[in-house]
């Protein structure tokens, strides 16, 4: 009897199991009943032309307790071959009776090449992808922005040469100036770099930037690593740029380099009585090792943001280096710093790296020193070349022959709000950073910041000078 009883319970849920089955397989015709989508506009970005882009994607939602049936999935312009299309697992230009289960969805995912549109500004390609679905057609637009570039790959610069800003290059393997050669960037050039590539300097580089019109060295990644996370958040998109040491007279002027591998490096370059590099009002950020490396080479930066990095942002072996009016910040995103924000070696016979090179000499005036980490890494600069002179630091310390009228102890109150993304390196109006340089120290190329704003007679420290507006952001 119990056996019995057993079977019939077993017969009944399979049943009930089965009606079920068969009321969730029912597919609506009610003209109401229509798909959701995660996007109104698919927006691919800037995207280059005659390159497959990467892929991108939303989702198809539906949102009734019957079985959605799209009777026609289409692009209307899919003759032009232009956008690719993946539905639900299927690869293909237009697609029938496509169900979606009560309450599920599916994903559509889209690529594109775009073709070259003959000009040296984007150009906005858009189609039209329509679903009909009980007898309603609604569409989610498709929509790239088309960039004709130069591509360059594994070029050398071995005559004096001139890049003009017409359009973007995109550099492939590596672009090499040759020993004797000069290579001139002109105000509102780009260098896109692919991954792996790189910037060597054999010879000269002049990057003349301009406030309006700046120079952009970064990687070739336009599009966004998850939905609203831009690439040009992501450091070690390419290996960066670096001056070896037959390269003098260098000059970097409103120029950003940023998103490396190992940053800016200056190498073993014989000291002479003028830099072998200045940079001036520029931005090195966002490297996987330091944004700035600095061995046994003349070097002066004003003016300049270096920042965010995984191990230190700048690291200085030996060298003759000058520093004024710059920001160093270390809000790195994807590690924990692997050293403090600046790095000195060679700078006593304690730190001595055998080279047999002279201790480095190296100036910081009027500069901001925090972030992450330790600020230096070395807090007793006794007996060494190495002077701070009226800089913030995040050190609880005080003035001596090598630390002169210094703010210790001192948060300098950036915009930078790394949970958010946010890397944004300007003083806030509580700053104690604000209108406390010495005036002095500014030397003639810091008399204007990155955004062409005047340091005036009362100057702030760091790269950027405070401007009230910035309290309305």
């Not at 090179?357 to 330790?374: H, L, Q, R």
């Amino acid at each position: 009897m119990n056996r019995l009883k057993t079977i019939y319970i077993v017969a009944l849920v399979a049943v009930v199991g089965l009606f079920t089955a068969c009321i969730e397989d029912e597919v609506s015709t009610n003209v109401a009943h229509q798909p959701q989508f995660s996007v109104d506009t698919l927006d691919m970005g800037l995207v280059f032309t005659q390159a497959g882009t990467p892929t991108h994607s939303f989702t198809v939602y539906n949102r009734y307790d019957k079985v959605m049936s799209i009777s026609n999935i289409s692009l209307r312009n899919a003759e032009s071959g232009i956008f690719r299309l993946n539905v639900d697992g299927f690869s293909g230009k237009h697609f029938e009776n496509t169900e979606i289960r009560p309450n599920d969805s599916i994903f559509v995912f889209v690529e594109a090449t775009l073709p070259e549109n003959g000009g040296n500004l984007p150009v906005t390609i858009t189609d039209y992808l329509d679903f009909e679905t009980n007898g309603v057609t609604k569409t989610v637009v498709l929509s790239a922005n088309g960039q004709d570039v130069d591509r360059r790959r594994g070029q050398v610069i071995d005559v004096d040469t001139r890049l003009v800003a017409d359009k973007p290059y995109q550099i492939f393997d590596s672009l090499v100036v040759a020993e004797g050669a000069t290579l001139t960037l002109d105000p509102g050039v780009t260098l896109y770099f692919h991954d792996g590539a790189y910037l060597m300097v054999r010879g000269r580089l002049i990057s003349n930037g301009t406030v309006e019109n700046k120079v952009n060295m970064t990687g070739d990644r336009t599009d966004n690593v998850l939905t609203d996370t831009p690439f040009d958040l992501m450091s070690g998109q390419w290996s960066g740029v670096e001056f070896t040491s037959t390269s003098q007279g260098n000059y970097i002027a409103h120029t950003s380099i940023r998103n490396t591998v190992n940053g800016v490096i200056i190498d073993s370059i014989p000291d002479s009585s003028e830099p072998a590099v200045t940079f001036v009002n520029s931005v090195l950020r966002n490297a996987m090792g330091s944004a700035l490396t600095v061995r046994h080479a003349h070097v002066k930066a004003v003016g300049c943001e270096i920042a965010d990095a995984g191990i230190g942002v700048l690291r200085l072996i030996g060298g003759n280096t000058v520093f004024n009016h710059c920001t160093f910040a270390n809000y790195y995103l994807f590690s924990a710093p692997g050293d403090a924000i600046i790095t000195m070696w060679h700078i006593n016979p304690d730190s001595d790296d055998l080279s047999g090179m002279p201790y480095a000499t190296a100036d910081f005036s009027n500069c901001v020193i925090y972030g992450n980490g330790n600020d230096l890494s070395h807090g007793d600069l006794t007996d060494t070349q190495v002077t701070l002179r009226c800089c913030s630091l995040k050190s609880a310390g005080e003035d001596d022959a090598n630390f002169i009228a210094c703010l210790w102890d001192c948060d300098p109150l950036f915009y930078t709000v790394r949970s958010e993304y946010v890397f944004d390196y300007r003083l806030k109006n509580e700053s104690p950073a604000v209108a406390a340089a010495n005036s002095a120290l500014t030397l003639p190329e810091a008399a204007t910041d990155w955004y062409g704003l005047s340091r005036g007679s009362q100057p702030d420290l760091g790269a950027y000078v405070y401007t009230p507006a910035e309290e309305e952001k």
